[in-house]
């Protein structure tokens, strides 16, 4: 996402291309996510398609997503020529907070579920040996 945003602030241009990294950083997002919930992603680049496949494991971080048409058609623009056009200013500041939006929601998703169950609170005091005293 860092190239996307570099190439939309600084070559708009060339924002085509920051339309197909905006679009692979999501399918990887999308794909890390289904990876972590021990589920085998498909070999697609369809973000809908993956989208749903999240939905089935978690709706509310689907419904969180939201929809990611605007990205599918810079799946393959950057790879290959197309018809695809380059997105206007607006259009790619756009792309770039919905990839935004799925990395927010998915890393939160990575970090709860690599959090330890018995995390302790920095505000509870510790007994000698570094360990929350119990509720007596």
Known sequence: M?????????APGAS??????????TEKYLNAFLTLSASQ???IHDLEELRALVGEIAPDLADDIGALSGLNPFAVAG?????????????AAALLHTAE???AAVMARIDAAFEP???HDPSEPDD???RPEPDV
């Open 117 to 119: 169950a018995d995390a």
């Open 41 to 43: 992603p498909p070999f």
């Open 2 to 10: 860092r190239v996307a945003r570099i190439v939309i602030d600084q």
């Open 128 to 130: 000698e040996c570094g």
């Open 79 to 91: 790879r290959y020529p197309t018809s695809v056009l380059a997105p206007g200013a607006q259009q």
């Open 101 to 103: 939006r799925v990395r």
């Open 16 to 25: 085509r291309s920051a339309g197909f990294h905006l679009q692979q950083a």
